[in-house]
């Protein structure tokens, strides 16, 4: 008998106190800026307060992870977009994706949606804080630093122009296709964005022996993951005791005591330079 654990989405109430009280204070402060705008959704009024991306992302997990994934890249099983470079499209505006989301596409599986204009606009600033091409930032770590730092923390799972680990995403290219606050907050806490074909599992086989790692490949029959020794493995359904699909990434939590936000800014900053084909 097969048992499956799928992870629980985020009650739309829950979160820790502080992000409850981020929430409650946008709420607060969309209620006096938003009467004013009511005909005219051009200029998002969070936008220059961070918070605003913060509760948005707990809003997205909540709500819009299932369809659009936990890292908002789309899910092509069921013709969900790609999220996470929506201003780089012609003609994409704050006010655009507002409606987007309020209205939904109509012909598509994208419903409307009956979000406060305060939370929309909290969504809003979530996505566009993963929009790569709306955020041109600069990097100011130091780079060599960052190499030495990438070989100590990332090397073993990631890889950068071919050289690294396979059991995480490769990292060449991604300051150029992920915004800073977005790489930042995937660092902090990975499993807020866990890119797909990187989920993790843990299989039970007929034996009692246990694998820990990231799907491959899954079918109704068939499961292939790569374990935490980076080796291949493939299971008959049939023959597992039991599949639990994880909601903790694989990849630890970095926080500030553990990775200094000098020493993150050190790494990316050699990420970028990675990216950037004029720095090789």
């Known amino acids: 008998m097969i048992t499956r654990d799928f992870p629980r989405a985020p009650r739309k109430s829950g979160g820790t106190r502080p992000l409850q009280a981020t929430i409650l204070w946008l709420a607060v402060l969309g209620a006096l800026l938003l009467p004013g705008m009511a005909s005219a959704q051009t200029v998002n009024p969070l936008e220059a307060d961070p918070r605003a991306a913060a509760a948005g992302g707990s809003l997205y997990r909540a709500q819009c992870a299932t369809c659009h994934g936990a890292d908002a890249a789309g899910i092509q099983d069921i013709q969900a ?3 996470t470079s929506l201003w ?50 600069q990097y100011a770590g130091d780079a060599e630093r960052g190499a ?10 990631h890889r950068v122009n071919s050289s690294g680990g396979s059991l995480g995403p490769a990292l060449d290219r991604i300051t150029a296709s992920r915004s800073k606050t977005a790489l930042q907050q995937a660092i902090r806490d990975p499993g807020t964005s866990m890119a797909r074909g990187y989920r993790p599992v843990r299989v039970v086989t007929g034996d009692r022996r246990q694998y820990r790692g990231t799907i491959k490949s899954e079918d109704a029959f068939s499961l292939q993951i790569m374990d935490e020794s980076e080796n291949l493995r493939g299971f008959r ?34 990420l970028a330079g990675a990216a950037d084909p004029a720095s090789h």
């Open 81 to 83: 977009p790609d999220l």
């Open 88 to 137: 780089s499209r012609p003609g994409r505006t704050d006010a655009s994706v507002f409606q987007t989301i309020r209205n939904g596409i109509p012909g598509s599986i994208m419903p409307p949606h009956s979000f406060t204009d305060t939370e929309t606009w909290m969504l809003v600033s979530y996505l566009k804080s993963l929009d790569a091409g709306s955020n041109r930032e």
């Open 148 to 157: 030495e730092l990438y070989d100590s923390y990332c090397r073993r799972c």
């Open 237 to 270: 359904k049939s023959d597992l005791i039991s599949i639990q699909y994880e909601d903790r990434s694989l990849m630890p939590r970095f926080t500030p005591s553990a990775l200094s936000d000098g020493n993150l800014e050190n790494i990316l900053t050699f």
